[in-house]
């Protein structure tokens, strides 16, 4: 049983919680404008499946011609885990097909994006550049890393005071390992959200650390 850490009596509640979890889907038609966006009211984003292709010929047909659409057996390999590596563990997450695709499943084909998801009931936290924060779980328990980000994708987090050319890049949310792998299966852990640590994905730009975590029995 997963549950997420909150202080005593409140930590059963959580865990029941989890059974309730329901899955939410969203699809985006291909176009150079067009956004998936996916989010969470509370926890964080879990991918389950993803298509990117075509295998519905109704959804994203409109104005469509037929031969566009005829071919419904279309799916790029392995799109589930394009998007995992962009928005699991995060509270929202946007991207445009163009950006999830690796070579073009069936051309001529008119394609959409879709994607079902839950969210899952981790902690988020979320740590400037510079700062530090140990994460940590109930006695007995360990902790779960869901997704770690580090670097800018809005304009207003860790924003007070910084020049606005600190914050004007927020194409730069880079994946990031090492929060896993110190924190992975222990009670606590210390976290830096610096450029030492993760290296530097947007010179100039004040950056900072997602985390999605939680804290589970250990198996
Ligand atoms: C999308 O962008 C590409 C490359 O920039 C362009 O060739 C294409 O015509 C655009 N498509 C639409 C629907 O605007
Ligand atoms: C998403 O869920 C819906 C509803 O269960 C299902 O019809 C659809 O095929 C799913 N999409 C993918 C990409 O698995």
Known sequence: MTCFRTSGALVLAACLFVTKVSTESVITCEDNNSVLRMS????VISLRTALYGREDAQICSVGRPPQQLANTNCAQQDTVNILRKNCEG??????NPASVRVSDPCPGTYKYLEANYTCFPALHVVLCEHSMTRLYCDVGQVIMVYGAYYGRRDHTTCSDRRPKPQLENVECSNPVSKVEESCKGKNQCLIHASNTVFGDPCVG???????AYACQYPV
């Open 205 to 211: 730009t004040f950056k900072y650390l997602e985390v």
């Open 40 to 43: 969470c009211d509370s926890g």
């Open 90 to 95: 995060k509270r929202w997450c946007e991207l």
